[in-house]
């Protein structure tokens, strides 16, 4: 088994994100986004998506490392929480315990397991109606893997597979997701050949020459492999950074589009129904080029969501770590809802390409980020939800999971909480891989895991605690799964509203098509609030409450049904 050791994904730059959330003083009336559906539906547009990070998920071995088993093993839990796919974290062989940084392209990380388990997971998922999407780095490739070691040595073909220079380059280069000039940050030097390399995310993750024929056809023959081994398609890491053509263009390039426009034409004539969903860490507008005028990407991410359900729950400022992302000042009469969703509207891609989500393995736990308040995690789960897309959740989400601090990546990717027996049923292994030492860096350490464990088990924060509570996050999160999954209204040609009432404590958010209709109320404040009697149209019944009374206690939520 390889030795792992903590590679540093990239610097991260601390970019302003968004403020504290608005106080309105008055009811906002706003116009419904309305979108019509002009053809059949891709099975994706309306689909719930459960992000895993297989080292963490779940470990049958007992060697402390979650695996393909593992994941294999909890398909009926994720069968009955309702998801449609899975995107799985890079499961390629790798030097690092994160996987971003593989050295081969066509066979899996040996941690998890064998090429044989992964078919029978991807199988078995099939089988429960549940596709699979492999997370697809190509930008950049590791420092150990034949292609950059060989390029080092100026070996033909691959001497040009990697961007070098002779010189370090002083003509602006820094950051590709800033406008700091620096380049010993994205320039790195290379002792056998004497010649500086690019690689943005860090020395160990040289980037690849995608200009290079050999270089595009090689990642066109890996898509092919993973789509033949029945992988539905392909969330694709650092999509803006493809090709970079100078220190002033080093992200959404033209020649970055139109790349992703070939490689979607090829992926497509693999297999016509592959999804495509990019990485672009960046503001809608931008983000939306990635849809090429159709012929490109199928969706990406929208990153602006979550920063602004956080900044609905006071959860502070956000930081767009590995991504750009504009600072905007917000004001009383500002609706960020509607803004959001006017904006997906009125880009260059349809208002489908955009998915909404809380927050991924890059970013802080959403339940840590709210102080692990599970009123305000079901608040955060009823705007998601309501929100028109393919929704994304980050594995434990649907348990408010949280993280003992954000020292290291690592606690952003610590192991599920299964149960309250030992290693949160997580693992039996007596030691699990956070607690590894030779795995990190010396300034890391894994001591915080026990103490972490031994907290987190005097509460429900686990799935066995939360399963059995028909009012915990988990129940929320299945009953709003069925919501998307049986109510058109919840799909991508509902209309959308939403309202803040009371001086801005109170979000009413109503999805409605044809004669159907779903309204929520959220108490943002920590206030008991009345509701009106008038604020429920009649013929709606209440299918999802707190309590058994009219009021609304802090932070709690009402779902109303026709």
Known sequence: MLNKSLLALALAVALTGCGKAPEQTSSVAETPVVVTQTAAAPWWQDAVFYQIWPRSFYDTDGDGTGDFKGIEAKLPYLQDLGINAIWLTPIFEAPSYHGYDFTEFYEVE???????????????????????ILDLVINHISDKHDWFQR???GEAPYADYFVWRDELPTDGWGPAWSTEVKPETVWHYNEERKAWYYAAFGASQPDLNLKHPDVVAEMKKMAKFWLDKGVAGFRLDAVRYVHEDGPQ???DTQGTIDYWVDFTAYVKSVRPDAYLVAEAWVDLPIAAKYWGDGKGLDAGFDFE????????????????EFGTMKQENTTQADNLLMANLQQRKTTSAPMEFFSPFLTNHDQPRLSWQLEQNFNKAKLAAAVLFSSPGTTYIYYGEEIALTQASDKEHIHRRSPMFW????????????????????LFPPQAESSWWTPFLTAQQQGPNNVAAQQA????????????????????????????????LADGKLLKIVRSLGDKQSLMLLNLSAETMAVPADLVPAGLKVSWQED?????NAHQLQIWQN
């Open 419 to 438: 149960d309250n027996s030992p290693q949160a049923g997580f693992s039996t292994a007596e030691k699990i891989w956070v607690q590894r030492d030779d």
């Open 548 to 552: 058994e009374t009219p009021e609304l």
């Open 110 to 132: 040996q941690d998890y397991g064998s090429m044989q388990d992964f078919e029978q997971l991807v199988q078995a998922a099939k089988a429960k109606n549940i596709n699979i």
């Open 469 to 500: 509570d028909e009012k915990s996050v988990w129940s929320l999160y299945k009953f709003l799964i069925k919501q998307k999954a049986e109510r058109a209204e919840f799909g991508i040609a509902g209309d959308y509203k939403a309202e803040f």
């Open 151 to 153: 390029s080092a040595k």
């Open 249 to 251: 263009q080093r992200a």
């Open 305 to 320: 969501f979550g920063y602004k359900v956080l900044e609905l729950l006071n959860a502070g400022k956000q930081n767009a």
